[in-house]
């Protein structure tokens, strides 16, 4: 399976034409602002992961995408996100929920880490904090 990102780069999820492990970030645009009153700690764990993932994607052993989930978002949501916040890695708007549904995404945000070979290595939900230690052991 490829994915586009909105600059248009596509990546290859079966890492075939790469040797780096992908980190795919399952979030939704309005998580950081929609959610801080009703469900602060999810609001909290989505910029808490973007936050860690900026300071992991400078790091260029592993590529990151931003996955934003289509539920009540348009193009110009994913735009307003991106002007409001320092969002290092690209991102998609995955409209249809077809990428989300592969991979079984239920919770927001939720990390989802492909190694070299193109298999899912692990699985990080909102309240997992320990990214950058996943990120190393796949990236041995």
């Not at 939704?28 to 993932?53: D, I, M």
């Not at 890695?89 to 592969?102: C, M, N």
Request: hydrophobic residues 35%; charged residues 25%; aromatic residues 6%.
């Amino acid at each position: 399976m490829n994915i586009t990102t909105r600059d248009g780069d596509t990546i290859d999820l079966s890492r075939t034409a790469t040797d780096k492990p992908l980190g795919m970030v399952f979030f939704a645009s309005w998580c950081e602002s929609y959610l801080a009153e009703s469900q602060p700690a999810t609001a909290s764990a989505c910029r808490r992961v973007r936050e860690t993932v900026n300071q992991l994607s400078k790091d260029s052993e592993t590529q990151w995408v931003g996955i934003i989930s289509g539920l009540w978002t348009k193009e110009s949501d994913v735009e307003s996100y991106l002007d409001t916040t320092e969002t290092a890695f690209p991102v998609l708007l995955d409209a249809d929920g077809d990428i989300h549904r592969r991979f079984g995404i239920q919770q927001i945000p939720t990390v989802v880490l492909i190694d070299a070979d193109g298999k899912v290595a692990d699985k990080l939900g909102p309240q997992d904090t320990k990214l950058a230690e996943a990120i190393e052991r796949i990236s041995q």
